[in-house]
RNA sequence: GGAGACGUAGCAAAGUGGCUAAAUGCGGCAGACUGUAAAUCUGCUCCCUAUGGGUUCGGUGGUUCGAAACCACCCGUCUCCA
């Protein structure tokens, strides 16, 4: 299996500009990009598939760039369904400033095909207005750009000019890559097509017929119940540790179901294929084993949280799943409940108001049959009593009472 | 501009004078089972100082002993014609 073999067979390649021209080129190191827009501070497990498969090229022997959006950041990607809220200037260079120091996690610095960090604002950002239009908009013909999925679709709904703009400035993106580091390669999410042609078209009228660049894509990962990859009851789970802790940045992987995990496997472990036919195989010999879950939890979180974060969260795992918590010292009960919701309640208060004003219940109605349905227990014990009182004398070290509501539902009390 | 239809709980959708705090489905929460799963089954799902009370059916007024339901006006959505 050749590496582009893998990535198809790892379900990584939508589509391809030039198939076996890129299998020729792989055989010597090439110079690979992949662009992240700044659209929020914090990138989520939706944006691993392609940052992972820059690593992949990194391990192949190839040179990886993350181009951090910092330009067509503050232009916006035309979206499927509708014209973008523009971020202010602030908000994205802070945001570029984040998902740096996130996207460098996952490459390697060092060696001979040492990763590279660029942002697009150094060479768009000081462009004259009199250039963009005279060197590159000339470049360009409407009709053809008309033509590209992402702006079609949007003729009829309406798209601004700015965002009309985006595909020219990543184009240019490629350009100047190809430029300053013989980039060649492409790579993105398979909505990125139209932008990453448009790149090569660039490339081609700019260095003449003979410069070769290729655009790959791959497919957005899917879940087989349909709904949108990457939230979990409704939170996104992002790659930034204060957002979404190692805990829950675990726990959102040892839950992926049997159905999705071996897809997901291959997406994002760089586990080796004969590795994960073998967690196939035992996903379907022994599925409540969820190998294939915990291998991807570990490999990942590890990667996201290092080495201490993925113990904590395997720690805090156990004990809440397995163990009793009263069994933890006070301390470790605190350490593993840092990131569950604290509230700080007075001496005495009744277990209903408690519910109520740390939003465990919306209403003391729901509170109330939440206590009478046996769902809620505190400092391990189950509370069938609605009249139940908290005392602060028979809290944790007289300090914390740790509320559960349902199995996996923690919130820390203080008095 | 002309003709008509509609607006009910998170969503969808019944209900056309008292039996309606409002059927049913989805979603959500919880319980059982389980693998922290799926499927399934069960209960709950406006608020409260709770065998009772309060406030709801686009808004405002009105008819009536009594209105989500009838009337008037207003606001909003949709369809058809021009």
Same mark, same amino acid.
């Given at each position: 299996?050749?590496?582009?073999?893998?990535?198809?067979?790892?379900?990584?390649?939508?589509?391809?500009?030039?198939?076996?021209?890129?299998?020729?080129?792989?055989?010597?190191?090439?110079?690979?990009?992949? /662009?992240?827009?700044?659209?929020? =501070?914090?990138? !989520?497990?939706? !944006?691993? *598939?392609?940052?992972?498969?820059?690593?992949?090229?990194?391990?192949?022997?190839?040179?990886?760039? #993350?181009?951090? /959006?910092?330009?067509? /950041?503050?232009? $916006?990607?035309?979206?499927?369904?509708?014209?973008?809220?523009?971020?202010?200037?602030?908000?994205?260079?802070?945001? %570029?400033?984040?998902?740096?120091?996130?996207?460098?996690?996952?490459?390697?610095?060092?060696?001979?095909?040492?990763?590279?960090?660029?942002?697009?604002?150094? +060479?768009?950002?000081?462009?004259?207005?009199? =250039?963009?239009?005279?060197?590159?908009?000339?470049?360009?013909?409407? #009709?053809?750009?008309?033509?590209?999925?992402?702006?079609?679709?949007?003729?009829?709904? $309406?798209?601004?000019?700015?965002?009309?703009?985006?595909?020219?400035?990543?184009?240019?993106?490629?350009?100047?890559?190809?430029?300053?580091?013989?980039?060649?390669?492409?790579?993105?999410?398979?909505?990125? +097509?139209?932008?990453?042609?448009? $790149?090569?078209?660039?490339?081609?009228?700019?260095?003449?017929?003979?410069?070769?660049? +290729?655009?790959?894509?791959?497919? @957005?990962?899917?879940?087989?119940?349909?709904?949108?990859?990457?939230?979990?009851?409704?939170?996104?789970?992002?790659?930034?540790?204060?957002?979404?802790?190692?805990?829950?940045?675990?726990?959102? +992987?040892?839950?992926?179901?049997?159905?999705?995990?071996?897809?997901?496997?291959? &997406?994002?472990?760089? !586990?080796?294929?004969?590795?994960?036919?073998?967690?196939?195989?035992?996903?379907?010999?022994?599925?409540?084993? &969820?190998?294939?879950?915990?291998?991807?939890? =570990?490999? @990942?979180?590890?990667?996201?949280?290092?080495?201490?974060?993925?113990?904590? %969260?395997?720690?805090?795992?156990?004990?809440?799943?397995?163990?009793?918590?009263?069994?933890?010292?006070?301390?470790?009960?605190?350490?593993?409940? #840092?990131?569950?919701?604290?509230?700080?309640?007075?001496?005495?208060?009744?277990?209903?108001?408690? @519910?109520?004003? #740390?939003?465990?219940?919306?209403?003391?109605?729901?509170?109330? &049959?939440?206590?009478? *349905?046996?769902?809620?227990?505190?400092?391990?014990?189950?509370?069938?009593?609605?009249?139940?009182?908290?005392?602060?004398?028979?809290?944790?070290?007289?300090?914390?009472?740790?509320?559960?509501? $349902?199995?996996?539902?923690?919130?820390?009390?203080?008095?």
């Amino acid at each position: 299996m050749n590496f582009i073999e893998e990535l198809k067979w790892r379900g990584l390649v939508k589509d391809v500009t030039d198939y076996d021209g890129l299998i020729e080129a792989l055989k010597q190191p090439q110079t690979v990009y992949c /662009g992240f827009d700044p659209t929020a =501070d914090s990138l !989520h497990v939706g !944006h691993l *598939q392609q940052i992972i498969l820059l690593r992949r090229y990194q391990n192949a022997g190839h040179r990886p760039i #993350a181009l951090c /959006g910092g330009f067509t /950041g503050m232009i $916006g990607d035309p979206r499927l369904t509708s014209e973008r809220k523009l971020l202010s200037h602030e908000d994205v260079l802070h945001n %570029a400033d984040c998902i740096k120091n996130q996207l460098a996690k996952f490459l390697k610095f060092d060696g001979e095909n040492a990763a590279v960090m660029e942002n697009n604002n150094n +060479w768009l950002g000081d462009m004259s207005l009199l =250039d963009y239009l005279r060197e590159y908009g000339k470049l360009f013909n409407i #009709a053809y750009m008309l033509q590209k999925d992402t702006i079609k679709k949007r003729l009829d709904s $309406g798209l601004s000019y700015t965002e009309f703009s985006y595909t020219i400035l990543q184009a240019m993106d490629f350009l100047k890559l190809y430029q300053k580091y013989g980039c060649r390669i492409e790579i993105g999410g398979s909505d990125q +097509w139209g932008n990453l042609t448009s $790149g090569m078209e660039l490339i081609r009228k700019v260095e003449g017929d003979d410069a070769k660049a +290729w655009g790959i894509t791959s497919p @957005l990962i899917t879940k087989s119940d349909g709904t949108k990859f990457g939230k979990s009851e409704g939170k996104n789970i992002w790659l930034d540790p204060e957002r979404t802790n190692a805990y829950e940045f675990y726990q959102f +992987w040892l839950n992926i179901p049997d159905d999705d995990i071996i897809d997901y496997l291959k &997406r994002l472990s760089l !586990h080796t294929p004969e590795e994960i036919n073998t967690l196939e195989e035992s996903m379907r010999a022994a599925p409540e084993k &969820r190998e294939a879950q915990k291998v991807l939890a =570990d490999e @990942l979180t590890e990667m996201v949280h290092g080495r201490e974060g993925l113990e904590k %969260a395997k720690k805090i795992t156990e004990t809440f799943f397995h163990g009793d918590i009263m069994s933890l010292t006070p301390d470790e009960m605190k350490d593993g409940l #840092a990131d569950a919701e604290k509230t700080a309640v007075s001496d005495g208060i009744t277990l209903i108001d408690a @519910l109520v004003s #740390a939003n465990i219940a919306k209403s003391k109605g729901e509170a109330r &049959r939440l206590i009478q *349905q046996g769902s809620v227990s505190a400092n391990g014990a189950k509370i069938t009593d609605i009249e139940a009182v908290l005392k602060k004398s028979e809290a944790v070290n007289e300090e914390f009472t740790i509320l559960k509501k $349902g199995k996996k539902n923690y919130y820390l009390l203080t008095f």
